[in-house]
Structure formats: C-alpha cells, structure tokens
C-alpha cells in the first residue's frame, strides 16, 4: 500500500462560502493558455484557440481568459481560483477535444480540491454538544442485558401477523376460554 497520500493536504470537504445555496458564482478567476506558435506539440492547443475559445468566453463571461504565446515551450493551461489556488495542466500533444474537456473541468472545480487528502467524509460548522448519534442511543433498557442471537430481537418491528401466526392465537384464546368454563363448573359443583 502506498503512503503517497501523506504528503497531500488534508481538510474537510466544504461549498466555499456556502456557494449554491443562493447564487452560484463559479470558482475560476481566469485562466491563461500558453502555447508556442509554430511546436508541433501545440497543434491541439493552437486548434482549440481558433475553433472554441470565443465560444468559450462568450459563455462564460465571469472568467478572464488570457493568450499567451511563448516560443519553443511546451502548451500550459492555468487556472487560478478565488481562493487563491492555482492548477498548472500541461497540454503537451494533446488533441482540442482533450484541451475542452480540461478546461471545462477547471471552470467546474473550486481549486485544488481533488488534490485534498479528506479527514472525514462529512464536515459541520456547527458540531453538537450532546456528541454524535448511534444506533444504540435510544434502545429500551432491556435490550441491553439481552443475549444474542436472539429470535425475539431478529424479528421486524412493523411486520403483519401472519395467518399462521393468528390461527395459533385464536386457538390459545380458545383453549383458555374452554380451560376457564371446566373451572368454574368445577367450582360450581
């Protein structure tokens, strides 16, 4: 097993301020392409610049998008975040479909939060004093001396008599009845 995990940043999962449950304000600040002009490694990248980044700005109004070409270097998108973070993704020989697909994947994520090491799978602002739940919070006293297993406790809660169960109860109900009239004939005599 791999200790790789160890050296990410760890935290809890969270909506930065809470985002969504008003307005949704998307994460990414701006992102720039860098690209070289005449690299044969920047082809997908030169493509996805004349075929869908108007497109792109157009749709998504709220992201400042920069150009950036640089000379006999390898292609780069960097996304930067409200909070401050920044993905760096290199393009290297990657086709326009690849390009779109992270860029979309940089406009939809808030930061590096897929490089973040959870602590726990749920997080509350507010924790209760009164500690957590568990299912054995609000069991009856007599559960507890209880051996196991046990058919009475393995039974459900909410489930209907069944037609055997009722001829046996009316049987009893029956057979006590007839028990009680020999006795108070017995009584009577």
Do not use: W
């Given at each position: 097993m791999s200790n790789s995990?160890?050296?990410?940043?760890?935290?809890?999962?969270?909506?930065?301020?809470?985002?969504?449950?008003?307005?949704?304000?998307?994460?990414?600040?701006?992102?720039?392409l860098k690209f070289?002009?005449?690299?044969?490694?920047?082809?997908?990248?030169?493509?996805?610049?004349?075929?869908?980044?108007?497109?792109?700005?157009?749709?998504n109004p709220g992201i400042v998008v920069y150009v950036?070409?640089?000379?006999h270097r390898t292609p780069v998108l960097v996304g930067e975040y409200l909070n401050g973070d920044r993905e760096w993704l290199s393009?290297?020989?990657s086709t326009q479909e690849e390009i779109t697909k992270w860029v979309d994947l940089l406009r939809t994520q808030n930061g590096s939060s897929s490089s973040l090491r959870l602590r726990k799978m749920w997080?509350?602002?507010?924790?209760?004093?009164q500690g957590p739940w568990t299912p054995f919070?609000?069991?009856?006293p007599e559960a507890h001396g209880q051996?196991?297993?046990?058919?009475?406790?393995?039974?459900?809660?909410?489930?209907?008599?069944?037609a055997t169960e009722k001829l046996i109860e009316l049987f009893r109900q029956q057979k006590q009845l007839g028990d009680e009239d020999v006795l108070s004939q017995k009584r009577a005599e």
């Open positions: 995990h160890l050296f990410l940043k760890s935290g809890f999962p969270r909506a930065p301020l809470q985002n969504g449950l008003g307005r949704y304000v998307c994460q990414l600040q701006r992102i720039t070289c002009k005449n690299n044969g490694s920047s082809k997908g990248m030169r493509d996805f610049i004349e075929n869908h980044l108007v497109n792109f700005a157009k749709e950036k070409p640089r000379r393009c290297r020989n997080h509350t602002d507010v924790p209760s004093i919070l609000l069991r009856s051996e196991y297993p046990s058919v009475e406790a393995s039974k459900p809660l909410d489930a209907p008599q069944t």
